[in-house]
């Protein structure tokens, strides 16, 4: 009997199941149809027809063949046969078997019946068995038909068996022509080797291959076959896949074509070159390559459009609907309609653009650093293939962009090296102590003044140029730099072929491989001799700034000596002066008398001295020519000189005027010969020449004092025993002599300093020992109004005018009383400015004469007169000091119309003086 279990699990099972039961109960139904002897045909096409309306068949299910029963009705039959169809297409049979004669009665029938429809159930199931089979194999069919892989079945000669719908459509042949065709003639000759090995190996695994449709176009696929076996393991013949590759082999030419074409190109060429080729290959009308500049805008690095290179150009990125793609760092693509996506972008409207893909271009951060884009008058094909493209070769475009970038930074810290190296003037060298090879830069040879033709690239030819005193220490630093491993910064000098000594600063480090051993030592060297001989200026202006302040503060001190010293001078000589006139002319005090006013004259030219190195000896310029001035003294000079010295006198032509006070030449003149003559052992000569001058910014960078201008020039030479530079450096100084014990006083060369400073002029000593001395004075040229020097008035005439004598030193004070009241006139004296205003107001008469100190405390002498002159204007003034500062006159030069007598004075100097006042 057939049961429901037979049918779980089955797919078609509550079809079957409702058709089996359905058919369980039409065999009862039979049962008692029989008892009522109903015909079995009745029943049998009842079944039949049940079962074809439950399994929607449509072909004859199931048949009874009933001539044997029918025909022997009532009669026995041994073995009867019934026959039924399955489906149309298969015929069974069925064999009852009795063990004995059988009666075609009701109860034979019966029994009959019940075994025939037991022998049913099992052919029933077998049906069921086939009809799954089959529904099995449809279903496969019409997978493999959805299927997007070709799917081939062949026979062991290789003729085409079947093949399913993507077959179909690649080889472009139908179904009912394809099958018994051989698989051989969609494949040339060349290509047939597949085939043979598939016979050969029994399988083939991804061949890729190319083959011919029914067209005869080429087609690339990928091909996987084997053998196929029926049940019992012996061949059917072959089943194969086909791939149609020829879009990826499309894309991978295209990438080789463009691989190839920007492989070996770099920066802007290789922008150029890949949208040059992107064009043609995809097939479209705009290729760009851009490179984003700010959150919304980018410009072009490369812009090909219709088969041509274009000009780059910037552009907002919402122009080329870039922005979504910036900001979700991702493609985006349109196959067509572009423009009515974007309206507002003006790129598309002017290009008429239909399709569209644009791809970001990403550094390792995921930051957008570019896009490549294409852009196509009409919609695009093959969309996927494009953006694929884009993808590949965006990596490559950032790659290039981000090592553009580094260059451009390695570029701009080169170029910032270099200028720095420029800057620096700094030399670059490496050396490789192992092969003793040396390499130097064009900055290297330039600073040792050589050719690269005559380096020769080695330790030695480096060594030859190191000045002979520095070699020896310069080179065992290198080699100990190299055994300690150290750093090396050494400095020394070189000597370059034309001769000149060059100061080098050199820095260096010594690398090392990976066993720590000398690999090489690389540094650079600097020109410093401009440093050098800087700080050897700046030496040499230090010591003369303190040579200079020494000289100013012992001249402050002997100024203010000067002053002191000149007023006990004055009291001596005013004394002595007065003894000396009262004195009986066979006094034995008379010869006392003048030794010490001789005492007291020496004392006070020490002092004039003294004051001229100071730049306080009050003088009166006028305009004059030195050659008149030189001619006065030279016969005077020539018998300081003696008989054994020659005096030369060399006057130069059309000199300059200058400005000057004629006595402080002749000192300049007296104390430079005498300093000659005594420096001349023997017989020697002294020559003295004047010409102009002119100082360019040369000379005066050598000469440091000096200024640049016009100078008249005036020159002492002599033959003498020369000097040292110790004894050159303190020649200027107060009190510094050279000559034995009471030979000289050390202020002659003190003097002449001072006056030629004193009046702007500079002054220059060369000498060297047993090479004879060369004085030079200049003193610049006067391009003023010509002046004329006032004429003193020679008198000791007796005078009856009245004079007001201001002095706070009561001893000064009361001995030029005397010698004024000796003289005629009437004097009234004070000690301060105050006693003296005091005194004018008392007197009833009025003053005619000012003499007045110039140091006073509580008012100078100046404006004491200042202030007696608003009271008097027609009051005239004498102005007396040993030491003035910048009271009365700018570097000691007396202002115009200012009379003046310097302290110590006797009193035919003060007659003469008081006399030239009044009449003023």
């Given at each position: 009997?057939?049961e429901?279990s037979?049918?779980?699990?089955?797919e078609?099972a509550p079809?079957?199941?409702?058709?089996?039961?359905?058919l369980?109960r039409t065999s009862s139904?039979?049962?008692?149809?029989?008892?009522?002897?109903?015909q079995v045909?009745?029943?049998v096409?009842?079944?039949?027809?049940?079962?074809?309306?439950?399994l929607g068949?449509?072909?004859p299910?199931?048949?009874?063949?009933?001539?044997?029963?029918?025909s022997?009705?009532?009669?026995s039959?041994?073995n009867?046969?019934?026959?039924f169809l399955l489906t149309?297409?298969?015929?069974?049979?069925i064999?009852l078997?009795?063990?004995?004669?059988?009666a075609?009665?009701s109860?034979?029938l019966r029994?009959?019946?019940?075994e025939?429809?037991?022998?049913?159930?099992?052919?029933?199931?077998?049906?069921?068995?086939?009809?799954?089979?089959?529904?099995?194999?449809?279903?496969?069919?019409e997978a493999?038909?959805?299927?997007?892989?070709?799917?081939?079945?062949?026979?062991?000669?290789?003729r085409i068996?079947?093949l399913?719908?993507?077959?179909?459509?690649?080889?472009?042949v139908?179904?009912?022509?394809a099958r018994?065709?051989?698989?051989?003639d969609f494949w040339?000759?060349?290509?047939?080797?597949?085939?043979?090995?598939?016979q050969r190996e029994?399988?083939?695994?991804?061949?890729?291959?190319?083959?011919?449709?029914?067209?005869?176009?080429t087609?690339?696929?990928?091909?996987?076959?084997?053998l196929?076996f029926?049940?019992?393991?012996q061949?059917?013949?072959?089943?194969?896949?086909?791939?149609?590759?020829?879009q990826r082999?499309?894309?991978?030419n295209?990438?080789?074509?463009?691989?190839?074409a920007?492989?070996?190109?770099?920066?802007?060429?290789?922008?150029?070159?890949?949208v040059?080729?992107?064009?043609p290959?995809l097939?479209?009308?705009f290729?760009?390559v851009?490179?984003?500049?700010?959150p919304?805008?980018?410009?072009?690095?490369?812009f090909?459009a219709?088969g041509?290179?274009?000009e780059?150009?910037?552009y907002q990125?919402?122009?080329l609907?870039?922005?979504?793609?910036?900001a979700q760092r991702?493609?985006s693509?349109?196959q067509?309609?572009?423009?009515?996506s974007?309206?507002?972008s003006?790129?598309?409207?002017?290009?008429q653009?239909e399709?569209?893909?644009?791809?970001?271009?990403l550094d390792?951060?995921?930051?957008?650093?570019?896009?490549?884009s294409?852009?196509?008058?009409?919609?695009?094909e093959g969309?996927?293939?494009i953006?694929?493209?884009?993808?590949?070769?965006a990596?490559?475009?950032?790659?290039?962009?981000i090592?553009?970038e580094e260059?451009?930074?390695t570029r701009?810290?080169s170029e910032?090296?270099?200028?720095?190296v420029?800057?620096?003037?700094?030399?670059?060298?490496?050396?490789d102590?192992?092969k003793?090879?040396l390499i130097?830069?064009?900055?290297?040879?330039?600073?040792y003044?050589?050719?690269?033709?005559?380096?020769?690239?080695?330790?030695?030819?480096?060594a030859?140029?190191?000045?002979?005193?520095?070699?020896?220490?310069t080179?065992?630093?290198?080699?100990?730099a190299?055994e300690?491993?150290?750093?090396?910064?050494?400095?020394?000098r070189?000597?370059?072929?034309?001769?000149s000594?060059?100061?080098?600063?050199?820095?260096?480090?010594?690398?090392?491989?990976?066993?720590?051993?000398?690999?090489?030592?690389?540094?650079?060297?600097?020109?410093?001799?401009?440093?050098?001989?800087a700080?050897?200026?700046?030496?040499?202006?230090q010591?003369q700034l303190y040579?200079?302040?020494?000289?100013d503060?012992?001249?402050r001190?002997?100024?203010?000596?000067a002053?002191?010293f000149?007023?006990?001078?004055?009291?001596?000589i005013g004394?002595?002066?007065?003894a000396l006139?009262?004195a009986e002319?066979?006094?034995?005090?008379?010869s006392?008398?003048?030794?010490?006013?001789?005492?007291?004259?020496?004392s006070a030219?020490?002092?004039?001295?003294l004051?001229?190195?100071?730049?306080?000896q009050?003088?009166?310029?006028?305009?004059?020519?030195?050659?008149?001035v030189?001619?006065?003294?030279?016969?005077m000079?020539?018998?300081?000189?003696?008989e054994?010295?020659t005096l030369?006198w060399k006057?130069?032509?059309d000199l300059?005027p200058i400005?000057?006070?004629?006595?402080?030449?002749?000192?300049i003149?007296?104390?430079?010969?005498i300093?000659a003559?005594?420096?001349?052992?023997?017989?020697?000569?002294v020559?003295?020449?004047?010409?102009?001058?002119?100082?360019?910014?040369?000379?005066?960078?050598?000469h440091?004092g000096?200024t640049v201008?016009?100078?008249?020039e005036?020159?002492v030479?002599?033959?003498?025993?020369?000097?040292?530079e110790?004894?050159?450096?303190k020649?200027f100084?107060p009190?510094?002599?050279t000559?034995g014990?009471?030979?000289g006083?050390?202020?002659?060369?003190s003097?002449?300093?001072?006056?030629?400073?004193q009046?702007?002029?500079?002054?220059?000593i060369?000498?060297a020992?047993?090479q004879?001395?060369v004085?030079?004075v200049?003193?610049p040229r006067?391009?003023?109004?010509p002046?004329t020097?006032?004429?003193s008035?020679?008198?000791t005439?007796r005078?009856?005018?009245t004079?007001l004598?201001v002095?706070?030193?009561?001893?000064?004070?009361r001995?030029?009383?005397?010698?004024l009241?000796?003289?005629?006139y009437k004097v009234?004296?004070?000690?301060n400015?105050?006693?003296a205003?005091?005194?004018?107001e008392?007197?009833?008469?009025?003053?005619?004469?000012?003499i007045t100190d110039v140091?006073?405390?509580?008012?100078?002498g100046k404006?004491l007169?200042?202030t007696?002159?608003?009271?008097?204007?027609?009051?005239?003034c004498?102005?007396?000091?040993?030491y003035?500062?910048?009271?009365?006159?700018?570097?000691?030069?007396l202002?115009?119309?200012?009379?003046f007598i310097?302290?110590?004075f006797?009193?035919?100097?003060?007659?003469?003086?008081?006399?030239?006042?009044?009449?003023g």
């Open positions: 009997m057939i429901r037979d049918f779980s699990g089955d078609f079809e079957i199941q409702s058709a089996a039961l359905q369980l139904a039979l049962s008692r149809l029989l008892s009522e002897e109903v045909q009745n029943f096409d009842g079944a039949c027809k049940l079962l074809k309306h439950r068949l449509e072909s299910f199931l048949s009874l063949k009933t001539s044997a029963i029918a022997s009705s009532g009669s039959q041994e009867p046969e019934f026959r149309s297409a298969q015929e069974v049979e064999e078997t009795f063990e004995g004669p059988a075609w009665n109860n034979g029994e009959l019946m019940i025939f429809l037991n022998n049913l159930g099992s052919c029933f199931f077998e049906f069921l068995e086939t009809y799954h089979a089959r529904k099995l194999q449809q279903r496969q069919a493999l038909n959805y299927s997007n892989e070709a799917v081939v079945t062949l026979d062991l000669e290789t068996e079947d399913n719908s993507a077959a179909e459509q690649l080889l472009l139908p179904i009912e022509d018994g065709r051989d698989f051989r040339p000759t060349a290509g047939r080797d597949f085939l043979n090995r598939l029994g399988q083939i695994r991804n061949l890729e291959t190319a083959g011919l449709n029914s067209r005869g176009e087609i690339q696929v990928e091909l996987s076959a084997s196929r029926n049940d019992q393991g061949p059917l013949g072959y089943i194969g896949t086909l791939r149609d590759i020829s082999k499309h894309l991978e295209i990438l080789f074509e463009i691989h190839r920007t492989s070996n190109r770099f920066g802007d060429d290789f922008f150029h070159q890949l040059s080729r992107l064009g290959l097939n479209v009308d290729a760009l851009s490179r984003i500049d700010s919304d805008r980018a410009s072009t690095l490369a090909w219709n041509e290179k274009q780059n150009f910037s990125l919402m122009d609907a870039c922005e979504e793609v910036v991702s493609s693509a349109c067509s309609g572009v423009r009515d974007f309206p507002g003006r790129f598309f409207s002017d290009t653009a399709g569209f893909v644009c791809v970001p271009v390792e951060a995921s930051r957008v650093l570019g896009l490549v294409i852009v196509h008058r009409t919609p695009l969309l996927e293939l953006k694929r493209v884009l993808e590949v070769f990596g490559r475009v950032g790659a290039e962009l090592r553009k260059a451009r930074k701009e810290l910032r090296l270099g200028l720095a420029e800057a620096g003037r700094l030399g670059i060298w490496d050396w102590p192992v003793n090879e130097w830069d064009q900055r290297m040879l330039e600073i003044g050589i050719s690269q033709a005559n380096f020769h690239g080695n330790l030695e030819d480096w030859k140029w190191l000045h002979p005193e520095d070699r020896d220490d080179l065992q630093l290198v080699q100990a190299l300690n491993r150290q750093t090396f910064h050494p400095e020394f070189i000597v370059r072929p034309d001769g000594c060059r100061y080098i600063k050199a820095h260096a480090v010594v690398v090392l491989d990976d066993s720590g051993e000398p690999l090489r030592m690389t540094g650079m060297n600097v020109d410093v001799t401009e440093q050098r001989e700080e050897l200026e700046k030496e040499n202006l010591a040579h200079s302040q020494k000289m503060s012992i001249g001190l002997a100024g203010g000596m002053h002191d000149n007023n006990m001078l004055g009291v001596i004394n002595v002066e007065l006139l009262e002319e066979h006094s034995p005090m008379l006392d008398l003048r030794e010490i006013a001789s005492a007291a004259q020496r030219d020490l002092t004039h001295q004051l001229a190195f100071a730049r306080e009050k003088i009166s310029p006028i305009s004059l020519e030195i050659n008149p030189v001619e006065a003294v030279f016969k000079l020539e018998r300081l000189m003696g054994r010295i030369l006057p130069g032509a300059w400005l000057a006070d004629p006595t402080q030449i002749d000192q003149l007296m104390n430079l010969c300093n003559r005594d420096a001349i052992v023997g017989e020697g000569q020559i003295i020449s004047t010409q102009n001058r002119s100082l360019d910014a040369r000379y005066v960078q050598n440091p000096s201008g016009n100078f008249v005036l020159t030479i002599d033959s003498g025993c020369g000097m040292t110790e004894v050159r450096q020649v100084d009190f510094f002599t000559k014990h009471n030979q006083t050390g202020l002659g060369m003097t002449v300093y001072g006056i030629v400073k009046n702007n002029g500079y002054i220059d060369q000498s020992p047993d004879g001395t004085v030079t200049l003193l006067y391009l003023g109004e002046t020097r006032r004429v008035v020679q008198s005439t005078g009856t005018e004079i004598l002095e706070d030193h009561k001893q000064v004070l001995i030029a009383k005397r010698m009241e000796n003289l005629g009234h004296g004070a000690t400015p105050c006693q205003l005091d005194l004018v008392k007197l009833g008469e009025p003053i005619e004469l000012l140091m006073m405390p509580g008012m100078n404006e007169a200042e007696l002159l608003n009271i008097n204007p027609s009051l005239k004498l102005f007396m000091s040993g003035t500062g910048d009271i009365l006159s700018s570097r000691g030069i202002d115009d119309g200012l009379d310097s302290k110590p006797s009193q035919t100097q003060l007659a003469e003086k008081v006399r030239t006042a009044l009449s």
